[in-house]
Nanobody, 111 residues
Framework: QVQLVESGGGLVQAGGSLRLSCAASGSIFSINTMGWYRQAPGKQREWVAVITGGGSRDYADSVKGRFTISKDNAKNTVYLQMNSLKPEDTAVYYC?????WGQGTQVTVSS
C-alpha cells in the first residue's frame, strides 16, 4: 500500500505561480514513476506531467514550458511547480503512482 497526500493548492491570479507537493508513504520501495493529473469541473481527468525513477520528465502540451515536475527522493515527495497560470488551469490536481492516487488539491486561477 502507498499513501499519497497532496498540498499546495489555492487561489491565485492569472500569471501567478503555485507549487504543489505530493508526499508518499507506505510501501515506498515500490514507487518508481510518479505524476500528476487534473480534473476541471465538468471535464474528464487530464494527464499533466510525469517523472520516472530515472528522472525523465514529460508534460502535456497544455502545460509544457509553464509547469515543472521534480522529486526529492530523500523526502519521498514529488512537486509540480506551476508558473504563468491561466484560468483554464483551474482544476483539482491529483498525484499518482502506479494504481495509487491522492485525494487531490484544488487550484483556482482567477482572471
Amino acid at each position: 500500500q502507498v499513501q499519497l497526500v497532496e498540498s499546495g493548492g489555492g487561489l491565485v491570479q492569472a500569471g501567478g505561480s503555485l507549487r504543489l507537493s505530493c508526499a508518499a508513504s507506505g510501501s515506498i520501495f515500490s514507487i518508481n514513476t510518479m505524476g500528476w493529473y487534473r480534473q476541471a469541473p465538468g471535464k474528464q481527468r487530464e494527464w499533466v506531467a510525469v517523472i520516472t525513477g530515472g528522472g525523465s520528465r514529460d508534460y502535456a502540451d497544455s502545460v509544457k514550458g509553464r509547469f515543472t515536475i521534480s522529486k526529492d527522493n530523500a523526502k519521498n515527495t514529488v512537486y509540480l511547480q506551476m508558473n504563468s497560470l491561466k484560468p483554464e488551469d483551474t482544476a483539482v490536481y491529483y498525484c499518482y503512482t502506479r494504481q495509487y492516487w491522492g485525494q487531490g488539491t484544488q487550484v483556482t486561477v482567477s482572471s
